[in-house]
């Protein structure tokens, strides 16, 4: 037989240490769990069966956690709640995420190549590096995005959105950028959209892909650990 | 509009009955869905995903009180019962029910002849 308790924190995706309110909302939940599968085992569905469809009763884990903080909090207190848990599980992970790759990239330039370094290996292609490095370290920052977001609580959508923070960002900027030259000198970029979609692909696009393989190399460890 | 008299219904309703449900005895969450499953010969089906928080904000708002008890299967389980409030909160809650019904079947004939 599971560990229960274990089994509805983690779907409930409750932070390690649960405070004592949590704790008495996961064992009376694991409760109820236990009950409906001895409830199946006695209709005489296997072991496994029992199981799979006893926390199958709960489609949406995520969302009666949700529910269950809107109770426990109250109506007049839910805006406040709610706006508190979407900073703590969608504004500043993202945030976070953001900084910490901007950051990273301010320091890989101007820790590394200079316009007023010399040498044939300039012209070698390595002026790309430290953009190559940035974008392969994207990774680290969408997992963290993600891992913040899942900690305080977060749903899925919202730590997805979480851990592309950085890329949603610097797509909207760009396209902001780009919109504000065709307004004040339209003839910059008329016939220089293929760079413009470029500037998209390399700043947001090829960042996006990369926090989101950071994201699911995370999620695939957590369910590792999991299992 | 029409979304939000449902809930409002939906909301309504399952509070009567787990009031009604606890003015007869303490009852912990699995044996209140069991009972209303059984009372209603299946037509009425309350998942852990609608009361439980149903059953927190209930006790939030004092209507209803739970401890833990060891239940009949010796473990323990959290019972609720029914506070003076909830008890006070039971007879209007019936009434307003009673009527709501009445209007309804005045209107649309709902009830058995």
């Given at each position: 037989?599971?560990?229960?308790?274990?089994?509805?924190?983690?779907?409930?995706?409750?932070?390690?240490?649960?405070?004592?309110?949590?704790?008495?909302?996961?064992?009376?939940?694991?409760?109820?769990?236990?009950?409906?599968?001895?409830?199946?085992?006695?209709?005489?569905?296997?072991?496994?069966?029992?199981?799979?469809?006893?926390?199958?009763?709960?489609?949406?884990?995520?969302?009666?956690?949700?529910?269950?903080?809107?109770?426990?909090?109250?109506?007049?207190?839910?805006?406040?709640?709610?706006?508190?848990?979407r900073?703590?599980?969608l504004w500043l992970p993202g945030l976070i995420g953001l900084t910490a790759s901007m950051v990273w990239l301010m320091?890989l330039q101007?820790?590394?190549?200079?316009?007023?370094?010399?040498?044939?290996?300039?012209?070698?292609?390595?002026?790309?590096?430290p953009y190559l490095?940035w974008l392969i370290s994207q990774p680290l920052f969408g997992a963290a995005g993600a891992?913040l977001s899942?900690?305080?609580?977060g749903?899925?959508r919202t730590e997805l959105t979480a851990s592309l923070f950085p890329a949603i960002v610097m797509f909207g900027v760009w396209w902001v950028l780009v919109a504000c030259i065709v307004v004040?000198?339209?003839?910059h970029v008329?016939?220089q959209w293929p760079l413009v979609f470029a500037g998209a692909l390399f700043w947001s696009i090829l960042p996006g892909l990369s926090l989101l393989l950071g994201r699911s190399?995370?999620?695939?460890?957590?369910?590792?650990?999991?299992? | 509009?029409?979304?939000?008299?449902?809930?409002?219904?939906?909301?309504?309703?399952?509070?009567?009955?787990?009031?009604?449900?606890?003015?007869?005895?303490?009852?912990?969450?699995?044996?209140?869905?069991?009972?209303?499953?059984?009372?209603?010969?299946?037509?009425?089906?309350?998942?852990?995903?609608?009361?439980?928080?149903?059953?927190?904000?209930?006790?939030?708002?004092?209507?209803?009180?739970?401890?833990?008890?060891?239940?009949?299967?010796?473990?323990?389980?959290?019972?609720?019962?029914?506070?003076?409030?909830?008890?006070?909160?039971?007879?209007?809650?019936?009434?307003?029910?009673?009527?709501?019904?009445?209007?309804?079947?005045?209107?649309?004939?709902?009830?058995?002849?």
């Open positions: 037989m599971p560990d229960w308790n274990a089994l509805v924190r983690d779907r409930l995706g409750v932070v390690d240490p649960p405070s004592n309110e949590e704790e008495e909302i996961i064992a009376e939940l694991a409760g109820h769990v236990e009950d409906l599968y001895e409830e199946l085992r006695g209709k005489g569905i296997s072991d496994s069966d029992a199981i799979g469809q006893a926390v199958g009763d709960i489609a949406d884990w995520h969302g009666l956690a949700r529910r269950i903080r809107k109770a426990k909090a109250g109506e007049e207190t839910m805006s406040s709640q709610s706006m508190n848990h900073t703590k599980t320091i101007r820790a590394t190549l200079k316009p007023t370094m010399t040498g044939p290996w300039l012209h070698s292609g390595l002026a790309f590096m490095v891992y899942r900690r305080a609580g749903e899925p004040t000198r339209y003839s008329s016939h190399l995370y999620l695939r460890t957590q369910n590792l650990a999991r299992s | 509009m029409l979304k939000r008299i449902r809930a409002n219904v939906a909301r309504g309703s399952t509070e009567l009955v787990i009031l009604s449900l606890l003015a007869e005895q303490p009852l912990y969450g699995f044996e209140i869905s069991r009972r209303i499953e059984e009372r209603t010969d299946g037509a009425l089906r309350f998942e852990l995903a609608s009361l439980y928080p149903m059953l927190y904000d209930l006790e939030r708002r004092g209507l209803v009180r739970g401890q833990w008890q060891p239940s009949r299967t010796g473990r323990d389980r959290r019972y609720y019962s029914l506070t003076p409030k909830g008890k006070t909160q039971l007879a209007p809650l019936r009434r307003e029910w009673r009527s709501f019904f009445q209007a309804l079947d005045c209107l649309a004939g709902v009830s058995d002849a």
